[in-house]
């Protein structure tokens, strides 16, 4: 039961009465309306916790549209604008370098002009690219719009996983922060379906109209901003207590909860003399980390870059190069082949939304290190046949093998190390160095992205494709080891009780810190700072 508030004359609108205290007759009526309140009011929160969340992820489409389409539209710029395998790896690449630099600026304009209008602004440059690279006449105007999109794209890819972690509850925020991956992978299989649907028209005119597309959920962003509030704790930070509170009333079950939640940001965004006192500069903080800090650096910049440099950009964006090297002939049957990797790819991170907050973080993370380490080995072994089984068996047994192998990777990368690092790297660092610290991880992602996605076609002359994945292969198996050493669970706990688990300095490869160890941990927190 929900404690009651207490005025001057003992009681006030949010006390609760003994049972004893009420009239016997109605009590039963009265409990049941209340329960029936109680229950709609939650829905109603949900929704609204929900919908704020879904449009926060918008921004993820344009990444995962961009990633899409880029790999069947760069065939038809290939014949229309005669570009060299060099310029078509810059091309292909370069998004994912200059995002770092959206991502690092969004971390400092997050801070300064707020969550949702620093989305919004990422929105309108990635509108200006997206439209110079649809009337782009040459590579180097080409080049330009891509360069523009990319900063865009970092913006909204690192803000929106930081709002929605600030505006979640605990119990849902591994599904909530886990949207602008679903997000991605729509985007992903949207940009597959475009190729395929555009594919139809003259080579001047389809690959144009595939970029031109991705406009249309910037247009939507636009309109989220005016449904979204601002993120409570980002207006903790700015001193702006009454307007976080509104916001806390609209997401909290209770004038309770909200209290408690102002409580626990005001403690984490160091507004109490006593921890501002001792606050370093952010950046300071990251360069000359304190052992926590440090733990955290490793876990969330550290998934960030092994979800990258095992490959899965490279497999999205050359997959029809993939395919081809597999025996696939026509531009159609490739097309029509990466919307099958786009489409497991979608089915697969709804399964993973749905036990993220249930199974936790680590478990999945485990299945989806190990089945992707398998699914690349055995993509290297199906783009090897073509080469050393030639006539011991239909070409058709290696490009199946090949298909089935891509969409197992995809599938496995989408159950545990595509949401999850969205969500690791949103909710494992403190609410002084969330935002920076978000950014510096999406800069060790992106670097790994670019590198890989820049270098894949000129490796594999060297290695061959085949060769390339079993190199993916091995990285991947280091990640299982990553993951074992590095990660901790954090289902179920509040950003705080994360951040005091970081700080206790415990071993969490046998077992997790529990709730429990955490709640007392925050008590005693309390009681020195009260001290102090």
Same mark, same amino acid.
Request: charge should be neutral; charged fraction near 20%; hydrophobic fraction near 50%.
């Given at each position: 039961?929900?404690?009651?508030?207490?005025?001057?004359n003992?009681?006030?609108?949010?006390?609760?009465?003994? @049972?004893?205290?009420?009239?016997?007759?109605?009590?039963?009526?009265?409990?049941?309306?209340?329960?029936?309140?109680? &229950?709609?009011?939650?829905?109603?929160?949900? @929704?609204f916790?929900?919908?704020?969340?879904?449009?926060?992820?918008?921004?993820?489409?344009?990444?995962?549209?961009?990633?899409?389409?880029?790999?069947?539209?760069?065939?038809?710029?290939?014949?229309d604008?005669?570009?060299?395998?060099? /310029?078509?790896?810059?091309?292909?690449?370069?998004?994912? %370098?200059?995002s =770092?630099?959206?991502?690092?600026?969004?971390?400092?304009?997050?801070?300064?002009?707020?969550?949702?209008?620093?989305?919004?602004?990422?929105?309108?440059?990635?509108?200006?690219?997206?439209?110079?690279?649809?009337?782009?006449?040459?590579?180097? %105007?080409?080049?330009?719009?891509?360069?523009?999109a990319?900063?865009?794209?970092?913006?909204?890819?690192?803000?929106?996983?930081?709002?929605?972690?600030?505006?979640?509850?605990? !119990?849902?925020?591994?599904?909530?922060?886990?949207?602008?991956?679903?997000?991605?992978?729509?985007?992903?299989?949207?940009?597959?379906?475009?190729?395929?649907?555009?594919?139809?028209?003259?080579?001047?005119?389809?690959?144009?109209?595939?970029?031109?597309?991705?406009?249309?959920?910037? %247009?939507?962003?636009?309109?989220?901003?005016?449904?979204?509030?601002?993120?409570? @704790?980002?207006?903790?930070?700015?001193?702006?207590?009454?307007?976080? *509170?509104?916001?806390?009333?609209?997401?909290?079950?209770?004038?309770?909860? #909200?209290?408690?939640?102002?409580?626990?940001? &005001?403690?984490?965004?160091?507004?109490?003399?006593?921890?501002?006192?001792?606050?370093?500069?952010?950046?300071?903080?990251?360069?000359?980390?304190?052992?926590?800090?440090? @733990?955290? =650096?490793?876990?969330?910049?550290?998934?960030?870059?092994?979800?990258?440099?095992?490959?899965?950009?490279?497999?999205?964006?050359?997959?029809?190069?993939?395919?081809?090297?597999?025996?696939?002939?026509?531009? /159609?049957?490739?097309?029509?082949?990466?919307?099958?990797?786009? $489409?497991?790819?979608?089915?697969?991170?709804?399964? !993973?939304?749905?036990?993220?907050?249930?199974?936790?973080?680590?478990?999945?993370?485990?299945?989806s290190?190990?089945?992707?380490?398998?699914c690349?080995?055995?993509?290297?072994?199906?783009?090897?046949?073509?080469?050393?089984?030639?006539?011991?068996?239909?070409?058709? %047994?290696?490009?199946? =093998?090949?298909?089935?192998?891509?969409?197992?990777?995809?599938?496995?990368?989408?159950?545990?190390?595509?949401?999850?690092?969205?969500?690791?790297?949103?909710?494992?660092?403190?609410? *002084?160095? *969330?935002a920076?610290?978000?950014?510096?991880?999406? #800069?060790?992602? *992106?670097?790994?992205?670019?590198?890989?996605?820049?270098?894949?076609?000129?490796?594999?002359?060297?290695?061959?494709?085949?060769?390339?994945?079993?190199? $993916?292969?091995?990285?991947?198996?280091?990640?299982? =080891?990553?993951?074992?050493?590095? #990660?901790?669970?954090?289902?179920?706990?509040?950003?705080?009780?994360?951040?005091?688990?970081?700080?206790?300095?415990?071993?969490?490869?046998?077992?997790e810190?529990?709730?429990?160890?955490? /709640?007392?941990l925050?008590?005693?927190?309390?009681?020195?700072?009260?001290?102090?």
């Open positions: 039961m929900a404690e009651a508030g207490v005025a001057a003992g009681r006030n609108k949010y006390t609760v009465l003994h @049972r004893s205290d009420e009239p016997e007759l109605d009590a039963g009526s009265e409990g049941q309306r209340k329960s029936s309140a109680s &229950e709609s009011e939650r829905r109603r929160i949900e @929704r916790v929900y919908t704020c969340a879904i449009f926060a992820s918008l921004n993820a489409i344009l990444l995962g549209y961009d990633v899409g389409v880029m790999s069947g539209a760069i065939i038809y710029i290939q014949k604008l005669h570009i060299t395998e060099f /310029q078509e790896e810059i091309l292909v690449g370069c998004l994912s %370098v200059v =770092l630099l959206g991502s690092l600026s969004g971390g400092r304009t997050s801070d300064a002009i707020g969550r949702k209008w620093t989305m919004g602004l990422g929105a309108i440059v990635f509108q200006i690219g997206a439209a110079i690279m649809t009337f782009a006449p040459s590579f180097t %105007v080409l080049m330009i719009g891509r360069l523009l990319g900063v865009g794209i970092g913006f909204g890819a690192m803000v929106s996983a930081v709002y929605i972690a600030e505006i979640s509850p605990a !119990a849902a925020r591994g599904t909530l922060t886990s949207l602008p991956e679903i997000c991605i992978n729509l985007g992903i299989l949207l940009g597959y379906v475009s190729n395929y649907a555009f594919s139809g028209f003259s080579e001047h005119i389809n690959w144009r109209i595939m970029l031109g597309v991705g406009i249309l959920p910037s %247009v939507f962003i636009g309109f989220a901003l005016f449904v979204i509030p601002e993120s409570p @704790r980002w207006l903790m930070m700015e001193k702006r207590v009454p307007e976080a *509170r509104a916001v806390l009333l609209q997401i909290s079950e209770s004038e309770a909860e #909200v209290e408690e939640r102002l409580a626990e940001i &005001e403690e984490a965004a160091g507004l109490l003399k006593s921890m501002k006192s001792e606050e370093k500069a952010v950046w300071r903080e990251l360069l000359n980390p304190s052992p926590a800090v440090r @733990r955290m =650096l490793y876990a969330g910049c550290g998934i960030q870059m092994f979800q990258q440099i095992t490959g899965i950009d490279a497999t999205v964006y050359y997959s029809p190069a993939i395919f081809r090297d597999a025996g696939i002939k026509s531009d /159609q049957e490739l097309l029509a082949a990466t919307v099958a990797v786009g $489409f497991t790819k979608t089915v697969f991170i709804l399964v !993973a939304i749905f036990l993220i907050d249930k199974v936790g973080r680590k478990p999945l993370l485990y299945v290190t190990v089945g992707m380490t398998i690349l080995f055995l993509l290297g072994i199906a783009l090897s046949l073509k080469k050393h089984a030639l006539g011991l068996m239909s070409p058709r %047994v290696g490009i199946d =093998l090949a298909i089935f192998a891509v969409c197992g990777n995809v599938a496995f990368f989408s159950i545990g190390m595509g949401p999850i690092c969205w969500v690791l790297s949103s909710e494992i660092f403190p609410l *002084r160095l *969330r920076q610290a978000s950014a510096l991880g999406q #800069v060790g992602g *992106r670097v790994s992205s670019g590198l890989v996605s820049m270098s894949f076609l000129s490796m594999a002359r060297v290695i061959s494709v085949a060769g390339m994945f079993f190199v $993916f292969a091995a990285i991947s198996t280091t990640s299982v =080891l990553f993951v074992y050493f590095c #990660v901790p669970e954090t289902k179920g706990k509040t950003l705080e009780q994360i951040e005091i688990m970081f700080e206790c300095g415990k071993e969490w490869r046998g077992g810190i529990e709730l429990d160890d955490t /709640q007392k925050i008590q005693g927190d309390k009681k020195s700072l009260s001290l102090g």
